[in-house]
């Protein structure tokens, strides 16, 4: 059995801190490319809930490609919270595909509902649940990659 020892953890807290924000503009950018890829290629009509989460998504990649080649930390602050957001939004579009009954209080109003699900693999992995899960990679990777306070 092993134990972790302080300098272990401090040698993955580094690391994490190193490669944060590239960990981070890394899924943005496939979360940019697979959704651009859905809607572009496969002809996939966004819909409203869609749009807004490419509103957020879609600047990470840059301010986020540009923070990690800088090394800037401090951007930390600014994409955080857009990234919180997006996911806020990507967690009420996955309950109108898991309860369809939550789209009746705020139908979209414009293109396809946003309960109308393209695919399902496995049963269970949705679009929806694909841009839900990048933004709680992203939301996970900024606040390992930020700088400690001493």
């Not at 020892?5 to 697979?34: D, K, M, P």
């Not at 705020?106 to 699900?117: E, F, H, K, V």
């Not at 900024?142 to 306070?149: A, I, M, P, T």
Request: glycine letters at 8%.
């Amino acid at each position: 059995m092993t134990t972790t020892t302080e300098s272990e953890f401090e040698i993955h807290e580094s690391w994490f801190q190193r490669y944060g924000l590239y960990l981070a503009w890394l899924v943005a950018l496939v979360a940019t490319c697979g959704s651009l890829y859905f809607s572009e290629i496969r002809g996939f009509i966004p819909c409203d809930l869609c749009w807004y989460q490419r509103i957020f998504m879609y600047p990470l990649v840059i301010v986020l490609g540009i923070a990690a080649y800088r090394g800037d930390r401090r951007i930390i602050g600014y994409v955080l919270p857009m990234s919180i957001i997006g996911m806020l939004i990507s967690i009420y579009h996955n309950f109108e595909i898991w309860f369809p009954k939550v789209g009746e209080m705020m139908p979209c109003r414009s293109g396809i509902p946003c309960n109308y699900d393209y695919l399902n693999w496995l049963g269970f992995i949705t679009i929806p649940l694909m841009a839900l899960t990048a933004f709680i990679l992203i939301i996970i990777f900024l606040v390992l990659g930020r700088e400690k306070n001493n």
